[in-house]
Each structure stands twice: as C-alpha cells, then as structure tokens.
C-alpha cells in the first residue's frame, strides 16, 4: 500500500491563533485507501502527489479545529427547513430513448455494464 | 449607428420595443462580437447558432404580434456549461461529460426559454466548477478581455468573459464560494449570487449541493435584476427552493442610501488584500457616506476560519456529488478488461481533471471514519459561527461591504501549481455562501495596471432589494464607464 504523504504522518501539528496555540489532530493520510473509497484508479505517481497536496490543504483546512466550538450545532443547509413535501401523485418521465442514447453501452432498453464479479 | 453588442440589456430591451432594431439584429451583433474576439478569449464553449436564430425569430415574431412577456424576450444570453440544456452538449467543462447531450432543461434555462430569452451557448468553466481561473477546463483556459496574459477569475471566466465584451447582452453563472462575484470583479461586471433557495437548482450540475446557486453577469445593476427576476421562484423539482412569493428585487434602485446604516468588514481590509483595492474600497465607502449613509466598522472574526471551513464543506460535498460519474449512465467510459468496479475506478480517473480529483479525495478523507467529526462536523459548526456573526451584524447594518477579491486578474499559470494560493482567492466571497446570504460585485475601478476592481455589497438572507438599492447607488458612484481591451473599436474595426 502507497502512502504518498509519509511525511504528514503521526504528526502533531500547532496552530497560533487569537485563542492562543492549539494542539491540532495530526494529518495521518493513507491516500491509497482513500482514493480506493473514492473509487479513482490512480498511478503510484499519482497517489504521491495528491498525498502530498492532501496533507497540505489539510494541515491549513484544520485550523478548524482551533475554534472552540462546544455546545455550537452544526449548519448542514443554509435553510431553516425540514422536509419538502409533494402531493403523491404520478408525474410525467423522460422518455428512455433521450437519455439510454447518451449512456456509454445499452442493451434492451437498459444500462450495459462489465461483469460484477471478478 | 452605435455597435448593438455595445448595450446594456435594458437598453437593448428598450431598442425592440421601440422597434428599432430586431432580436435578430441583435443576435447578429453579439454573433459578429463572438467571432471577433473568442479566437483571443475562449469564453464559449459551445455557440447554438440554430437555437438562437430560431428563438431570436421567434421573439420577432412575437413582438411583431404585439406580444411582449417580458424583459429578456429576444435578448442574447449565455450560459455557463454546467446548466443543462435540452439537446445542446453540457459538459461542465470535463472530459468525463464530453459530447453530453441533456435529455431536459435546467428549470432556470427552462424559465429563460419562457420568457422568450434567445440563449447564444454555452460558456467555459473550471471543471464542475472547481477553481478560481477558468484554467482548470479540459478544453481550455479562458482569457480575461482586459488583459489576455491575465486570468477572467472563475469558476464562471467564461460567462464573465462574455458579458465584458459584449458576445452576449448577460450571462448566468453558478457561485459556491464565489464564483460569479470574484470572475465578475476580475472582468469589470455586475455578478451576483441570490440567497440559496431563490432560483432553482434543478438541472445545475451540482458541486457542493449546500452552497451552490445559479447567478447572473451583466453591465449593469438593473440588467441583474431583469435577470435573476426571470429565473427566479419556487420549483417543486428543487427541495431546497424557497416556496414563498418572489421579493420585489428592484423596487429601490433609485431610492439611494440616505439613512442606510453601511458595515465595511474589517477582517477584508487589511492583511492579504491588495493595497490599491483596499483603497479604492475605502474611497468608496466614503463616497457612500457622503451620499447620506452612515458607514461603519464591523469585524466578523470568524471570516478567519470560513475559507478553512469551506475547503472541507464542499469537497465532502462534492465526493458525494460526483459519485454519479461513474461511465455507466453517461458520459466517458473507459475501456478496461475486469469488472464494472475496475471500469468506473479507470472511467473516473481518466476522465476528471486533477483539481477535481483533488477534491474529491479531500472530500473522501473528510467524510471517512475517524476524521468525521475532527473536519467535516467542526467545519458544520464553524459554519454556524459564520452565519450567527453575520446576523448579528445585520442587527447594527442594512448591508455590508468589502473588496469582492484580494487581487486583481493574476497571470495565467500563475497560482495553478499552488492551489491554496488559488483557494485564497475567494476570501471575501466564502463567507456569504456558509450564510446562504445574497452578495454582488459592482465594478468602481481600475488598478494602475488598467485592471478592474470589484465592490462587494452583502446583505441578509431574502435581502436583495437592500443588496441592490446599495450596488445601484455604488454604479451611479463609480460611474464605471471603461470597456474591456478585447471590445474596445481599436479591435472591433481593425
């Protein structure tokens, strides 16, 4: 397994800000697993880079993390609404020629893909 | 007779309906404008000559009939390659949609057609929306019609392009941390990102879901509002539209801002800002205090942390977005021996770019186990400290102000190899995207290199008609009447 920012790892990071200097959660990247999550099939060349630049946007993305923040809820939507509803009610679809067109491979009116199991 | 493609879009509404001229002529004049300056600029991606003479025909006829349905009937807009458009290529600026044709219109492109607009094309972006410059594009950077050498801004240089040189009468773009305002400032026009939930995101190739918001460019403040007034209301296809009445957007362009209580951001007019920006900011402030405001200082501490807040937000929303691309239902597929897992994983990498894949791994990382809470969670509460300053400001102030950016247009190349030096030119916009609150640039100057200077004015959620009685009264200050280099006679009749 690549890790492409071995030099972010188990590193404790501190931050000064106007609350004084915080002790920051270390960056610890394994870049090959995120990228798996991610599903991106990237060069061992590729991981090394991305690793670094990741570990570097984050090391400046945690100072977050300096921000005392107990007891603060947190924003998920700019939006103080909860649900939007619709009456049940059937609607009209494309029509599936307009869009099995544009796909990359269709067979029977359905998406084709490769084999699921390897 | 003046060149058409030199008008405001009210002026050129005004034109047709005094019969003047056609929308037909008009479409000739920005066509003619496109052709002359997009080998210098790149600002579209696509141009649909077809749709555009049918729809510029239409609304002759229309007019003809004695039909007027509105302001944009047979005026000449673009629109950034990230709306959807029925059966003209949309491809977000990426490889991985190459060739892709919608099966239906965005409800705004949808709303535009209503209302008789005559859509020109489809204009160049960063990929998915992703960068400050409009290089990040797999077809091809966008220049700024200042200056050729220097960046239009982005994520929308391509519709901020096109509406500085007149290749069309107005554009709309889409801003997640800014990019309407910030291409808007770099490129000498008006840009403007309504309050989340005004205008429909139904069919806008979505980037960080929370933050987006679809926006118009334009040469003038009045021009903005004809447009967003056009695009904007409840659509049930977007669960996060606003199911209220429409606000009265321009009832207070004239009104001017005597009595008006003004915040000047401090935290935007210091360190990591331009000098002769913050100048040009302060001189402009002052201005609107001796037009009858009463401006202050307001300091938004937490604007510190919002760009940090940010980099983890829409990354971890825009991992979740972009999962869609994945070679099966559109777009690129790549050809691989092994399974459907191995082909997506192959189709993906080949087909996004490497800022869009930067993010998407941030955006990974953020969102996985164990880290969770430590970026994604603590930068949803930071979120919340931004927009609970932000209202509290609003308690003392009807608007606030800053420098829309902290430079002017940077060289091409410039920032591509550093992207947190990228990232750090949406400073001022960030903040008014984790609120969900309205903003626009107004252009007030140029720099001493002949660079235009952007006016941020920001108000509260739902609080357009304030945001634009405030920028309507800083264009009549300005008096900005300089044009772009690239639509400028010296280059139109060569």
Redesign the interface.
């Known amino acids: 397994m690549v890790s492409g920012a071995s030099e972010n790892d188990n590193r404790m990071a501190e931050s000064p800000t106007r609350f004084g200097t915080i002790a920051l959660m270390p960056v610890d990247i394994d870049i090959a697993k995120v990228a798996k999550l991610a599903r991106l099939a990237l060069s061992d060349a590729e991981l090394e880079t991305f690793g670094t630049e990741l570990g570097d946007i984050l090391e400046h993305a945690e100072r977050v993390q300096a921000l005392p923040t107990d007891g603060v809820p947190p924003t998920s939507h700019p939006l103080p609404m909860v649900n939007a509803f619709r009456e049940d009610k059937a609607g009209e679809c494309l029509d599936p020629d307009s869009f099995l067109g544009e796909a990359p491979d269709t067979a029977e009116g359905q998406f084709r893909v490769p084999r699921i199991l390897g | 007779m003046a060149d058409l493609a030199d008008l405001t879009l009210t002026e050129a509404g005004a034109g047709l309906r005094a019969g003047e001229f056609t929308s037909r002529d008009l479409l000739e004049a920005v066509t003619k404008r496109a052709s002359a300056t997009e080998a210098h600029l790149h600002a579209y991606l696509t141009l649909d000559h077809e749709g555009a003479e049918r729809a510029a025909e239409a609304a002759d006829e229309s007019f003809a009939k004695g039909e007027d349905i509105g302001p944009v009937q047979g005026i000449p807009i673009a629109l950034k390659d990230n709306m959807c458009t029925l059966g003209v290529e949309t491809t977000a600026s990426s490889k991985i949609l190459d060739g892709?044709?919608p099966?239906?219109d965005a409800t705004a492109v949808a709303r535009l057609k209503e209302a008789g607009a005559v859509i020109t094309g489809k204009t160049n972006l960063d990929e998915f929306a992703m960068g400050s410059s409009t290089e990040n594009s797999a077809y091809g950077a966008t220049r700024n019609p200042w200056n050729t050498d220097r960046v239009p801004g982005g994520s929308s240089g391509g519709s901020a392009a096109v509406a500085a040189v007149g290749s069309a009468f107005g554009s709309f773009g889409s801003d997640t941390g800014g990019s309407i305002r910030q291409p808007a400032a770099l490129t000498g026009v008006v840009g403007m990102k309504p309050t989340?939930?005004i205008v429909s995101r139904y069919g806008l190739i979505a980037f960080a879901s929370?933050l987006d918001q679809i926006g118009p460019l334009s040469r003038s403040v009045e021009d903005s509002v004809l447009l967003l007034e056009t695009v904007s209301g409840f659509d049930?296809r977007d669960?996060?539209?606003?199911?209220a009445p429409v606000p009265n957007f321009g009832g207070s362009l004239d009104t001017g801002v005597k009595g008006m209580r003004i915040g000047v951001v401090t935290e935007f007019m210091g360190e990591g800002i331009d000098p002769q920006i913050i100048s040009a900011t302060r001189a402009m402030a002052d201005r609107l205090q001796d037009a009858g405001a009463e401006v202050v200082e307001i300091s938004l501490?937490?604007t510190?942390?919002a760009l940090?807040?940010y980099?983890?937000i829409a990354p971890a929303e825009c991992?979740s977005n972009l999962?869609r691309f994945?070679?099966?239902?559109?777009?690129?597929?790549a050809e691989?021996e092994?399974?459907?897992?191995?082909?997506?994983?192959?189709s993906?990498?080949e087909g996004?770019g490497p800022e869009v894949?930067?993010r998407?791994?941030?955006g990974?990382?953020?969102l996985?186990a164990g880290y969770y809470d430590?970026?994604y969670?603590?930068?949803?509460?930071?979120?919340?400290?931004v927009?609970n300053e932000f209202s509290a400001a609003y308690e003392q102030v009807d608007a606030l102000v800053s420098p829309t950016t902290p430079t002017t247009a940077f060289e091409m190349g410039e920032k591509t190899a550093d992207?947190?030096s990228m990232y750090y030119s949406d400073l001022c916009t960030i903040p008014s995207n984790?609120?969900?609150d309205p903003a626009i640039s107004v252009p007030i100057g140029l720099d001493d290199a002949d660079l235009p200077i952007g006016f941020q004015v920001m108000a509260p959620?739902l609080g357009e008609e304030v945001m634009y009685r405030v920028a309507a009264e800083v264009e009549r200050l300005a008096d900005f009447t300089a044009r772009a280099f690239l639509a400028t006679s010296e280059v139109m009749s060569p």
């Open positions: 892709w044709k099966p239906y989340y939930g929370s049930p669960a996060t539209s606003i199911n501490p937490s510190e942390y940090s807040a980099y983890l991992s999962a994945d070679g099966v239902r559109y777009g690129y597929r691989v092994g399974t459907t897992e191995d082909m997506m994983a192959r993906r990498a996004f894949i930067r998407i791994l941030l990974t990382y953020a996985s430590a970026f969670g603590q930068a949803q509460r930071v979120r919340t400290l927009r992207p947190i984790l609120a969900g959620a």
